[in-house]
Structures are given as C-alpha cells and as structure tokens.
C-alpha cells in the first residue's frame, strides 16, 4: 500500500481486515506467520545496532516478532489506542499490568465483579508485595469514590460484569480516577471494541483476554493491553524482561479471529437478546440478569457506552416444587444435550456453567451472597448456533424443572 490511511478514517470492522497487514515479497493475500525465535542481520554492525535500540527492528521473539506486532497493531488501530503489548494470556496481561505499574505501598481500587484470577492475583501476590485492593460493587460510584486514599494508583473494572451483567460507569469513573491522579484500567474482553470502546470514555488502558471472543473459537491463549505508548513502552520492558510473550503462532489465529469480530459480536448479541426475552418468558426461571433487557436497572447506561449487549446471560431457575437451589440448577445444566457444560466462554459454541461451584467455587460463602452468586444461579454464553436449536435445548433444562 502506498498511501496508508488514517486508521481514524477507518470503521473499526475494516481495521480489523485491513490494519497493519502483513506482507513478504511472495506477497501471499492472507498474513503469513512468522513463526521463529530469532532473526539474523547482514553483519555484526547491524546486529549491534539491532541490540542497541539504535536501528529499529526484529531481534528475539520474546519482544519483536511481526506476526505479533502486527496484532498489537490491528488491536490498537480498532481500540482507538496508541500502543498495544501482546501476552500469553489474559491474566498474563492483568499481571503484566500491575507488576510494571504498581510498587510497594501503593492501593488499588477494584469491582468486586472481576475475573476470579484478578483476585487471586490481589489477595495472593499484590499484597506480598505490601500492595493494598479495595474491592468495591460495580455499579456503585459512591463505594469507588469513598475507597479513594491519597496512595490510590489504579481503578479497576470489567463491564459488563461476570456473570450478572451489572454495568460500570467508565466515563464516571475515569473522572474520579483522574480527579484523584490514579488511572483506570478497563478489562474489555466480554464486549471487544467492536461493541464498547473504554478509550473512547476516559479509561487509561484496556486488557483483553483475546483467548475470549478476539480468537472466538476457542483455540488459543493470549491477552494484550492497549493504552498510551508512554505506558505501553513500559510493560514492553517488563514483557522483554520478565517473558510473558504472544506465541506468533496464536498472534497469527488472533489475526483471523480479529477479521470476524464484529460480524460475530453482532451475531452473538442478537442470539443472546433473543434468547434473554424468551427466558423471561418461560416458567422456572425467576429472573433473567442481561443489561439489554427492559427489566434491568442499568439498560439506558449499557445502550450509552456500548453497541449492543454481548453474549452473556445469568438465569436463576425454581423447580416446580419453589425450589432455589443446587440441585435445582445442577438439573437445569444436565438436561442440556447441546450446551457445553465448562466455565470458557468467547467460542462460537454455546457453554452453561453454574458459577457459585466452579468459576466462583473459591469466594468464600459471605463473598458470594454479597456478588449475587446464588446455589441457583446459571451462566449461560450464547454462542452462534441456531436460536431456535438453543431455545429447544434449555426448554429441556425447564421440562427437568419440573415444568411441561
Ligand atoms: C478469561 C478472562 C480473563 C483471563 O484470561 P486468560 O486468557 O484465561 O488468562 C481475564 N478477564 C476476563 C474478563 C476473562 O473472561
């Protein structure tokens, strides 16, 4: 291409076909994958230039390798950041992101309603560290502004939450960080910037697990975090040292994955508002958790900061007998066929996973009930599968109910 164009110009379902293509000299039409370790130089002048900075370039995959960079490139260009690092994982990219951020003393302010392996990594490894976390609700921007200390360093949220679909303020919410000298970090995994843009609304970096919906059909670990290249160059230098590296191999199946997004995000979002309506409907289910229903508290918010509504949605189910419990839900999820019983979500492929015993079976029993995370409770991400295939195969989890 001669002339690139301005990725502003773009609409972010074109970036993520066109941006940062990569290309050799056999000039193949679909990105080739650079898939070693190092790269060799014309001579010893070059290769010392390459180490030094001093000439720009490829040295070692642990931190430049095209494939991967080409990635991080699409990602930013679609996210609207200036700077992107690619990781192995999601939580590679949560961890990445505190450890080059936060030091010794420091505080952090975090919703409650994050991924259960962000916790971990507060209660386990930041304190070590003497690195305090304020877990606050969500949706409550008076818990956000009361747990503010003069040591607060980051804010931190995913929106929509897992697995009951409360939604953050992040306009709100980048105000108050900014107000305070902290910065907000927002995890966009369950919308993708094809549906929400947290950039856009004051947040200071986005984190992605791309092993969600970027890959889309659950192939391959990987994560990234998209933000100003001010703070992007410092988690580069933590990634060069510490490892946590994009395969270029995965970066390669993001890449693909990344074309389809948005025809998927809006396939997945139609899917699960079909199916969230019909829910409500239906006897056994005593209440239906989806931001993109008239019946929750936060709809007008969500249809403000996002495009459409995503693909996840919690039912709590009452068997015939006005039951609420395991056994209830345990049922619900058995008499599934189609269905994948597991806890991943982001694949093509619909999954059904009680929460309270597997993704949250760690959160102590008081922590649980203050989440919402009821014995009741099921998860269901809508995949892309036929909706009437998917309403017959829950209709089998109320017939186990104890309904006709
Ligand atoms: C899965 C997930 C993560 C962790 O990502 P991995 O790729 O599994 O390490 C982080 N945040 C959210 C919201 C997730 O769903």
Redesign the pocket.
Known sequence: MSDTPDPRDLHTDTLAIRWAQLRTDEMSHSDPIFLTSSFVYDSAAQAAARFSGEEPGNVYSRFTNPTVRSFEQRLAAMEGGESCVALA??????SSTFFTLLAPGDHVISSRS??G??NVIYDRYLKKFNIDTTLVDLNDLDQWRAAIRPETKLLYL?TPS?PLSEVGDIEALAKLAHDNGALLIV?N??CTPALQKPLELGADLV?H????YLDGQGRC???AVVGPEEILKEIHGFVRSAGPCMSPFNAWVFLKGLETLGLRMKAHSENALQLAQWLEQQPGIARVHYAGLDSHPQKALAERQQKAFGAVIAIEVEDSDGRRDRQAAWRFIDATRLLSITAN??DVKSTVTHPATTTHGRVAEEEKQRSGIGENLIRIAVGLEDVGDLKNDLGLGITALGFE
């Open positions: 994982s999601g939580m590679a990219a949560i994050v991924f392996t962000t995913e897992n995890d995994c369950f984190i697990s791309a092993t969600k670990l990987g994560g979500l982001g």
